[in-house]
């Protein structure tokens, strides 16, 4: 289990935003065997492969293409969306691959419209991302000079920022050009998505994964990283308090440990691991003495995680577990994009718990009430978001209970300031230098 | 038409059979279970599953799921939280998130009492609050306009507001604004939300975040009174609510009658009630004594006067109705005069043909419509608001709104709706029945009068007689009923001829120095009687609160004895006259609370009317009209003059474009020898070739007019 | 072009116009500065949408300013990755460098602070955006290098 360039194959050795440097590598040959298949053929290689996806849901990428339905049955355009919005904290793997393999995403994008028998591609690339913006559109513009379209067109569209523009149905709502309001499910969006209209929309990296795929084939896929349920290799996102942070395209099932201290080289300036966040933000926190895990969905699911994004931050004994805790509410806090109750009432309410604790303020029941609230977040919210708030700031609390707990005893925070975090200054609490979740008495 | 699939669902143990595709909220009713909700309301569109206050478990669902965006399945099992104790933590979880930051302000609240938000918490809802913090606070409340204030502390963001006005009334005006915890309900720039629809997000809004400025502190629920009747500023006949406390009207509520408002109201119909309290309303009979002087009299003296001046008129009376009368008073009024006097001229307020019953149909038939017509150039939402509300669901179920019938599609779809809405609907019946829309279930014609009742009054005149009136020369008594009439620059123009004239109206100021005798009028919400709206629906008022004065039918009875014509003051005997003569004998008790429509009638030969010549010039022709916040009501609500148009011209698309105008450019507005200077607006309901501009402004302007920047 | 026109010209591009609100807010922003009224006002013209819809759909996503901010901007990650090698030090270096507090613009209108949350440049912290041009990574001796070449600019 190790490092396995499918992804970025070719991409040290060359300058792949090239066209011609791009086909040298061979790119733009699956495109052509893929439209010399029917389109249910290169569905099924897609079934085979089971490739997941790699924005965080980890879907069958097969399963959810077969569920477009044929033109026959619902005479309406269907549309490839891709969704390049990365904002999940501790990711950065698409923004590496939109600028070093474009023309792979480009071919992953029309191989993608033959096998649902589209005839647009929108790509929705978060708006902080200009320098790669003007990468992927320029690989566009020769891709599309060089008439490897065939009647297929492509639009970039650039979000303006906000997380909840990465969750499906919100991008959907963006593109559309509305508020990046999540819809109700059903209607998913093989039956009704932009537009109404039937629709395939997939992170880059599984798009971009899909030329390798028909190269290889489903089967031959399927036989690496770690089958059959995590197939294949992925990108995952290095970072934190590790010595060599960065993407790197691993096969799936390759060891936590083996990411952190042999590929990232460990953690810098002696200090010790304490936790690592192992998916993104939005999962459950693993323990020092959890790390011994493989990077797979089967194995994250044991113990209690998630592969989610593929961003491993790695976290040493300076940080403070309750300052990281309130770091990560107010980024939710943040982001929430207020249409339901419990994450827009309740994203704020745990902010404004972990103040408390975090200034020594609290009483052990407020940490009961903490959990409470997480409690009745989980499973109520009209998306994932509230989720994703609530679950890694109740591991928190139940993997480091007793850091939380000290808080209250002692009436202070216990790292006396020297904890990395100290006085980190999030988003919602500028212009004012004040919380503003609370107001002054 | 088959049968519609039943499905089997069971709710809490409950067995319920519903038709397939039911939502869920409606099945675990139709089982007698409420489900609690706050976002939901089917009247704004598809369920959007925002507040998750109706979160129940389904049977095969992992999670708890929103029962208001799924509907019923075959086989279905859902357990609300009557029985299911994970969607009871749930909707105690939702209360528990809305109530956080939710102000204790119930006892300043206009909503307290009739409040869903006290109401589900009482049910559904934690009894204590576990949050300690201090609430987010916002400056409260603020004027969105001057008759609807909104208090963002109040708010639960349950967005069915901003939905209201993009999707219902399409304003686009009131919004959402910023993100998350930060969400606050807006309007651009904090300009007032001016719209003719706005009133109805107070009776959207779940708690008391938008409330009636008109309301504010007036009442609490259990000290008033809901008086069933039907709003009478509009011939679409609105049923209303009209809240009274200690004998005034207090507020004007929807009162929702499927097939003519849906629950909507406009603002004129909502908020112009004060002016039953104007500070010129008249309460007692006057008489000239000067040339601008008037002195209160007695009734008694009154009727004298009255008397003698139809005595000496000789027979030349003509009398100008206004449209406001209920068919009561019309038709006591026409019995004393046509039978009594032998008087049979009238100035009607407008023509309405009897041939359109043919094509009778609710309004609500719009709405499901294939093909809208609007013809007459008159902006609909100006004549009859509720209509333009119609034209619109009509649109967004996909309809084609047309202005002109040359299309093939007006011909060959089995659902087409007609609007005349203007000038000119003398043309309607001919073109209704050439189309062929007495042969099309679904289909229909309706012409929008000017007036709330001209139906109804031309309907009580001619049943009071038959006799062909004479224009009297000159005109001995001019009667002027109704205080529309009495601002008819047409009839002042009649008044200056005439030897003596008689008013009955409410508003004291108009009169002065051209009326001889005024007899105090009431208002549609002081009486008891009926109205006939456009649809050709007979509906019922009901009295909400007693006039200054007495009723008309009370003094008209006094004042027909001394003709020898029998009068009964009561309206419900004065309908039974007129009902054998015109509606088949309806019995007055039985009109109903949500008046039925009568099937339309048998299409007899129609007049094909006489080719009008429309009126032709150089230019872009003028469609000047009279705006919907205008009129003595309007005038007396300082409220709602914001409302008022601008001075403003309205172009098409494609005129604006010719012409290099853009949105919001100041034109110059010229025909033969004045020009005004107005404010350009494009709007895509307009043809091209004609402009439009409210009728204030439009006064000294000719048929036609040219346009330049 | 005139923005309407160039507004009208993205909008054909797509199968609804009214996805290339995004787009639009975008240009007139950078021909205004800011998303003021009036430049609300010209979206919502060139799109056929009212301005109150135009503010909705603006004030929803951070990269839109509804207020004025500074001719450039300079946005500092403070989300995880960044905050654990050292986000607050080089925000603070900032707040020092230019005189101003985070979210607030210097006097003279030339710079704009603002802490941001994940960039998108986790493993190369801290990830700082010069009006949206990445620097990564900058530790806070060389905000000063920073701060003079963007007033040079």
Known sequence: MTELALVLAGADERDLTRLSEYRAVGGYRALEKARGMDPEAVIEELLTSNLRGRGGAFFPMGRKASFIPKPDDVPKPRYVVVNADESEPGTFKDRELMFRVPHRLIEGCLITAHAIRSQNVFIYIRGEYLAEFEVVRAALDEARDEGLFAGVTVVLHRGAGAYICGEESALLESLEGKRGQPRSRPPYPAVSGLYAAPTLINNVETVATVPKVIELGGAEYAKIGAPPNSTGTRLFSLSGNVVRGGNYELELGTSLNDLIFEIGGGIPNGRKLKAVIPGGSSVPVLTADEVDTPLEHDAMTERGSMLGSGAVIVIDDRCCMVQLGLRVAQFYMHESCGKCTPCREGTRWMVQLLHKIEDGRAEHEELDLLLSVCDRILGKCLCPLGDAAAMPIASYVSKFRDEFRAHIDEGSCPFGGESSLEGVLAPVDQHTHAPVAEVPA | ?709 | MTLAEQIQEIAAGYPQSRSAVLPALRLAQEQYGWLSPEALREVADALDLTPAYCQAVASFYDMFHMKPVGRHLVEVCTNISCALVGAQQVLEAFESELGVRTGETTEDGDVTLRALECAGGCGWGTVVAIDHRYREPVRPEDVPTIVSELRDD
């Not at chain 2, 609050?129 to 963001?157: G, H, N, Q, W």
């Not at chain 2, 017509?373 to 009859?384: F, I, K, N, Q, S």
């Not at chain 2, 019995?587 to 009317?609: R, T």
């Open chain 2, 1 to 709: 038409m088959s049968a519609p699939e039943l499905v089997t669902v069971t709710i809490d143990g409950r067995e319920v059979q519903v038709p397939k595709g039911t939502g869920l909220v409606e099945t675990a009713l139709a089982a007698g279970i409420e489900i609690p909700v706050f976002c939901y309301e089917p009247r704004l569109g598809p369920a959007i599953g925002a507040c998750r206050m109706c979160l129940v478990e389904v049977e095969g669902m992992p999670k708890v799921q929103a029962a208001c965006v799924l509907s019923a399945q075959d086989g279905m099992v859902v357990s609300t939280a009557q029985s299911s104790s994970e969607a009871a933590e749930a909707q105690n979880a939702t209360l528990e998130f809305i109530l956080v930051n939710h102000p204790l302000d119930c006892p300043v609240c206009d909503k307290g009492g009739e409040c869903p938000l006290q109401d589900l918490t009482f049910r559904w809802g934690p009894g204590a609050t576990r949050m300690e913090f201090p609430k987010r606070t916002f400056e409260k409340p603020i004027p969105i306009s001057p008759t609807i204030a909104l208090d963002r502390e109040r708010c639960i963001l349950c967005y069915r507001c901003t939905r209201f006005s993009e999707g219902v009334s399409e304003d686009g005006q009131l919004i959402a604004e910023n993100r998350g915890a930060a969400s606050v309900i807006a309007t651009f720039q904090d300009e007032p939300y001016k719209a003719p629809f706005s009133g109805n997000i107070i009776e959207l809004c779940p708690v008391g975040a938008l409330t009636s400025t008109q309301y504010r502190f007036e009442a609490r629920p259990w000290e008033i009174q809901n008086v069933p009747t039907v709003c009478g500023m509009c011939p679409v006949g609105c049923n209303v609510h009209a809240t009274t406390r200690e004998g005034k009207v207090k507020r004007i509520l929807s009162r929702n009658h499927p097939e003519v408002d849906q629950g909507w109201l406009c603002d004129k119909g909502r908020f112009a009630y004060a002016h039953v309290r104007a500070r010129d309303r008249i309460a007692d009979p006057l008489k000239r004594v000067g040339q601008r002087r008037y002195e209160e009299i007695s009734w008694e003296e009154a009727l004298d006067e009255a008397e003698r001046m139809l005595r000496s008129a000789g027979g030349r009376i003509v009398t100008a109705l206004s449209g406001s009368e209920t068919v009561e008073s019309a038709y006591a009024l026409a019995k004393l005069l046509r039978r009594g006097l032998g008087a049979h001229s009238a100035v009607l307020p407008e023509e309405v043909d009897p041939a359109l019953d043919a094509f009778r149909a609710p309004l609500s038939a719009i709405g499901e419509a294939e093909i809208v017509v609007v013809l007459g150039g008159d902006p609909v939402v100006e004549r009859a608001p509720i209509v333009d509300l119609w034209i619109r669901a009509a649109r967004r179920n996909g309809a084609q709104v047309l202005t002109s019938t040359d299309d093939e599609r007006v011909r060959s779809s089995d659902r087409v709706a007609l609007i005349w809405s203007g000038p000119g609907g003398e043309a309607l019946p001919a073109l209704a029945a050439d189309l062929g829309i007495a042969d099309k279930p679904g289909s229909a014609a309706f012409h929008l009068p000017e007036t709330a009742n001209g139906r109804g009054v031309a309907d009580a005149w001619a049943a009071a007689g038959d006799v062909d009136p004479e224009d009297p020369e000159p005109i001995g008594l001019l009667i002027v009923s109704g205080d529309e009439a009495v601002a008819n620059p047409a009839v002042r123009a009649m008044a200056e001829g005439a030897e003596a004239v008689l008013a009955i109206s409410m508003f004291r100021t108009p009169l002065i120095g051209w009326v001889d005798l005024v007899l105090p009028g009431t208002s549609y919400l002081e009486r008891d009687g009926t109205y006939v709206n456009l649809e050709g629906r007979l509906q019922r008022l009901r009295r909400a609160v007693i006039p200054p004065g007495p009723d008309e039918l009370a003094w008209l009875a006094k004042l027909a004895e001394r003709f020898d014509v029998e009068l009964s003051p009561y309206p419900s005997q004065v309908f039974a006259e007129i009902s054998a003569i015109a509606y088949g004998g309806l019995d007055y008790g039985l009109v109903g609370e949500h008046a039925p429509l009568p099937p339309p009638a048998d299409l007899g030969k129609v007049q094909k009317p006489k080719r009008v010549r429309a009126a032709s010039g150089k230019g872009l022709r003028l469609i000047a009209y009279r705006p919907l916040f205008s009129g003595p009501a309007v005038e007396r609500v300082p409220e709602l003059h914001f409302q008022r148009p601008g001075a403003e011209v309205e172009l098409s698309p494609d005129d604006a474009r010719r012409l290099g105008v853009a949105n919001g450019q100041l034109v110059h507005v010229k025909s033969n020898g004045t020009s005004v200077e107005l404010r350009a607006r494009v709007t895509r309901d307009l043809a091209a070739g004609a402009v439009r501009v409210p009728g204030p402004y439009a006064s000294d302007l000719g048929t036609h007019v040219e346009v330049s920047p």
